[in-house]
């Protein structure tokens, strides 16, 4: 979209093409990913302090926060930008020690959540927020997969194609965020 | 006296509200295009490039801009000369958010209760209406759908009055700056300036409504305006957190008059999704 570099990323990821991103890289992810944002994480976590099998896998996975407006006849999505991702930063940690190698919202992340990220080689990436008619565009299947109850924040499996996003915190401690210093 | 049905006021909100949601209004695009010309950091221009390819994308594909949709905020400018009959106002008001939400494959985003969310409405009702009373006959909507992420990091403050002027730039900048990447800059900011605790909030949304970048008639909120923004730029905060010249496209300050022993001071943040839209009945 502009003169910056862009890279085509496979999904799922491993731990070798997740920390081998830095801060600021400019992505287009291709592959399936999961929606899960507020509602969906706390029965996430209700099942893993269960003990109990979670409805989608983890490992190598890439969960976007965002809560998509409802699908128009002939598309298979509507409006999916990203949620604030702060919300999230209580769950994140032990999701990704589970497996999971990236997130997808918008806006900073806590501490503990980037020490997840160099402790368990994951990546975070910055959607822009408010551009849900253009990452729709690059959504070409969806699917519920689980607490369809949930409406906007039940679980769904993307099929993306070209998602743009942007490296906002790496595997080793970078952070594209104004205001941040490096993790030490 | 002129009669007004509310049938007409419902039909206007539910149009309002499918339109508002798609289309991006001039005004704005106008404004990203200028950021996107001043940028020099290359993620900082990624960013307002996909802003404007989404705000066609949606014109092409009639999706929403954004997957918030908002909660639905009306101001009504209600002529003292005109009658509305066939209904009460909020229910003819929620009776178009209703079908607008619904028609236009909008999100319901209202919980009826704040402490329990499996309260959702089912249908984004009912609406903020704010009414006011003015000359003539006739009935004016401002529809202003508002996400959540960029409302949860507006304030309000009762400053003192030695804090002034400086006092005020000082508060919203840092207040911006706090807020971070987290709602969605390149922000506009409307500020309600004095009046009360409540009035100065309702001063800030109103402020919102204005035209992109028009200044304040008052020649020195004007320069409070310009004074505020270049504050709020030197942040660096820029589009989406990831730094740049770009914090805040506009700041659009309204001004009332206060108690002696008060500077209430509001700051309503509104995402780069400025949508705003204005229908006379």
Known sequence: ?184 | MRDVDVSRISEAVAELARRSNVELPADVVVALRAARDREESGIAREVLDQLLLNAERADETGLPLCQDTGVAVVFVDLGQDAHLVGGELQAAVDEGVRRGYEEGYLRKSVVRNPLDRSTNTGDNTPAVVHVRVVPGDGVTLHFAPKGGGSENMSALWMLTPAQGRDGVIEAIAAQVGAAAGMPCPPLVLGVGLGGTFELSALLAKRALLRPLGEPSPEPDVAALERDVLAAVNETGVGPMGLGGLTTALAVHVERHPCHIASLPLALNVQCHAARHMTVEL
């Open chain 1, 1 to 184: 979209m502009t003169g910056t570099d862009v890279i085509d990323l496979g999904l799922p990821l491993t731990e070798k093409s997740a920390c081998s991103l830095r801060a600021g890289d400019v992505i287009h992810l291709n592959g399936p990913l999961y929606t899960a944002r507020d509602a969906a994480h706390q029965r996430l976590m209700a099942l893993i302090e269960a003990g109990e099998e979670l409805p989608i896998p983890l490992e190598g996975q890439v969960i976007y926060y965002s809560g998509p407006t409802p699908a128009p006849p002939g598309r298979p999505i509507g409006a999916a930008g990203p949620t604030t991702s702060y919300r999230m930063d209580d769950f994140a940690p032990e999701l990704y020690r589970r497996g999971l190698r990236g997130t997808i919202g918008k806006g900073n992340r806590s501490a503990h959540v980037r020490q997840a990220l160099r402790r368990f080689g994951g990546v975070y990436f910055v959607a822009v927020g408010g551009a849900g008619a253009l990452l729709a565009d690059r959504v070409v299947a969806a699917e519920v997969v689980a607490y369809p109850e949930l409406g906007p924040e039940a679980i769904r499996r993307l099929q993306v194609e070209q998602f743009p996003v942007i490296v906002g915190y790496d595997c080793v401690g970078g952070t594209a965020f104004v205001g941040e210093k490096p993790l030490t």
